[in-house]
């Protein structure tokens, strides 16, 4: 059962890196490969009750992280179709494409420490639409902005949901966490980020042109303040209501993006219906990008299928067997989350290695959070973040390979030797 369901995973994976020359849309690749997975363990497994009961658990999982995207890219496009982001645009006054990164990068690395790396990357694929007239430059700047995302989300409880897993599971605490794993956090982004920046030279930002005022439904200073400030806000509090309420954190952005139609349509509800249209939530809606979300569905049920069926478990035990040095074996799990999704790795590792023989704050749990946080930088398709941006840019595999992976391994690589250096210096 093992080599075929790892058989179809490989082929599907393989379909989907090779999308362009392949020209089969990489959603449909997804979906055919979850299908096919879900079909070859119910038939191998022979337990039809227990592969239904997984497939529902794995189905739960997945429908919490599609409705938070959902309400996230809502979210975004209702600040973007009122301009919201002119307030954020209008203070960033420098001309130059080397120091813009700087400013984006950094600016992201926060901001997802606070948020988290996918609503993040949300917020700043679509800023640089209102910045970036070039596509290349765009692309550039998604992914940094995918590292930068990851590297900022890996120092926190709730910058990524590995992060946040190792927090809820007793492995790291919060003071332990932020002061053990931001240093090595910080130069995962500092190293791509001086790269990309010094390559870019004395270039001019190329700004989009200006649309003309009779062409588009403008909005008052105030209509774009309040917006931009109520979804913020929403995004911003997400974890506040999670670390509340204990709910999961999708209930708590439908309730902030029901605020803002709330709001929205409040503040509209003396206009005619021609004139606030595109301003609407509904419009909003049906502006999100389905395709990214049916690539995300069909990748999250893909692995799910690997995490039941045990793959990713005896791929932790070998790797505990072979190479044995813990150091070691999570740099390769953080290798693999480029590959494979993080969340199943580090729940396998989770339950592979218990509390009592690594207690929390351990070396082990500390480097998982870092490694497995950041390591899905290096392949577009190996984070939350990257899919996102995938969508939001229309960026195609290869050409995330070429343009930014060798970037993310070096920070990946250069982050991972700065936290082994600080652990043994202070241990």
């Not at 999982?61 to 599609?66: E, K, L, N």
């Not at 890996?154 to 932020?178: H, K, Y």
């Amino acid at each position: 059962m093992t080599l075929v369901l790892t058989s179809i995973f490989v082929l599907a994976y393989l379909a989907i890196a090779l999308e362009g020359p392949l020209r089969v849309n990489k959603s449909a690749t997804a979906l055919l490969g979850a299908g096919l997975l879900w079909t070859a363990y119910a038939l191998l497994a022979g337990d039809a009750t227990a592969v239904n009961r997984e497939l529902s658990d794995s189905l739960v999982g997945t429908a919490q992280i599609v409705f938070f995207l959902i309400a996230a890219m809502a979210i975004v496009e209702v600040i973007d179709a009122h301009d919201g982001f002119e307030v954020l645009t209008t203070a960033i006054q420098t001309r130059r494409l080397s120091h813009l990164m700087w400013l984006v990068g950094l600016f992201t690395f926060f901001l997802s420490a606070i948020l988290d790396n996918l609503t993040t990357t949300i917020v700043m694929v679509s800023l640089m639409k209102r910045l970036l007239a070039e596509r290349q430059d765009r692309l550039t700047f998604a992914g940094l902005i995918v590292i930068a995302a990851n590297a900022g989300g890996a120092w926190t409880p709730i910058g990524d949901v590995t992060t946040t897993m190792l927090w809820i599971g007793g492995q790291v605490t919060t003071r332990a966490i932020m002061q053990g794993v931001f240093l090595a956090s910080i130069v995962n982004l500092l190293v791509p980020l001086f790269v990309a920046a010094w390559l870019a030279g004395q270039r001019a930002v190329v700004a989009p042109a200006k649309a003309d005022p009779s062409d588009v439904l403008t909005t008052t200073p105030f209509e774009r303040t309040v917006v931009l400030a109520v979804g913020l806000a929403t995004l911003v509090l997400v974890p506040v209501f999670k670390a509340l309420t204990h709910l999961p954190p999708f209930l708590g952005i439908l309730l902030g993006l029901g605020v803002l139609w709330m709001v929205a349509d409040l503040m509209h509800r003396r206009k005619d219906e021609e004139q606030k249209r595109h301003l609407t939530l509904v419009s909003a809606l049906a502006r999100i990008d389905m395709g990214s979300i049916v690539f995300f569905i069909g990748i999250l049920l893909a692995v799910a299928v690997l995490e039941h069926s045990h793959v990713l478990a005896a791929l932790a035990h070998w790797l505990d067997a072979s190479v044995g040095r813990l150091d070691l074996i999570v740099l390769v799990i953080g290798l693999a989350s480029a590959v494979v999704d993080n969340v199943p790795l580090v729940a396998a590792s989770m339950g592979m290695y218990d509390l009592a023989r690594y207690p929390a704050d351990h070396f082990l749990w500390e480097f998982m959070a870092y490694c497995a946080g950041t390591g899905g930088s290096i392949l577009i398709i190996g984070s939350a973040a990257g899919v996102a941006a995938m969508g939001l840019e229309r960026m195609d595999f290869m050409g995330y390979l070429r343009k930014t992976s060798a970037l993310a391994l070096a920070g990946y690589l250069a982050g991972a030797l700065v936290y082994l250096a600080q652990y043994r210096w202070l241990h």
